[in-house]
């Protein structure tokens, strides 16, 4: 059983920053359960709207990506030996408030801008920039 809490999130006004951090924690061996075997992404989701791709980590490599709406401003990284995932938000804007997920996806694969690719999720942290 994997385990993903988010925590970090609150209200900012426009133009400062947050860092999510996500926390990873298996009950048991599941496998492709370990942190390190696992592509991290955060997501979010605003009143309304449907959940949407925010970045991604890939396991070993650290390779990341980003959204066009939040690149260069957002800075995900991880760390494998904490099982943490962590979100730095810079710039942020009105238009980025939502709930922000972090997930887990133990295939790995090259589709990791959809959701639907993602095994774990964790319950969400709210995100609120004020103009």
């Known amino acids: 059983q994997v385990r993903l809490v988010e925590s970090g999130g609150g209200l900012v006004q426009a133009g400062g920053s947050l860092r999510l951090s996500c926390k990873h924690t298996a009950s048991s061996f599941v496998q492709g359960s370990t942190f390190t075997s696992l592509n991290m992404a955060w997501f979010r989701q605003a009143p309304g709207k449907e959940r949407e791709f925010v970045g991604v980590i890939i396991r070993s490599s650290h390779m990341t990506d980003y ?4 690149k260069g401003r ?6 494998d ?9 810079n710039s942020l804007k009105p238009e980025d408030t939502a709930v922000y997920y972090c997930a887990a996806d133990r295939s790995a694969g090259t589709r ?3 959701s639907a690719s993602y095994d774990y999720w964790g319950q969400g942290t709210q ?3 004020s103009s």
């Open 74 to 79: 957002f800075t995900i990284s991880r760390d």
């Open 67 to 70: 959204a066009d709406s939040v």
């Open 112 to 114: 990791y801008m959809r």
């Open 127 to 129: 995100v609120t920039v």
């Open 81 to 89: 030996i904490q099982d943490m995932l962590y979100l730095q938000m």
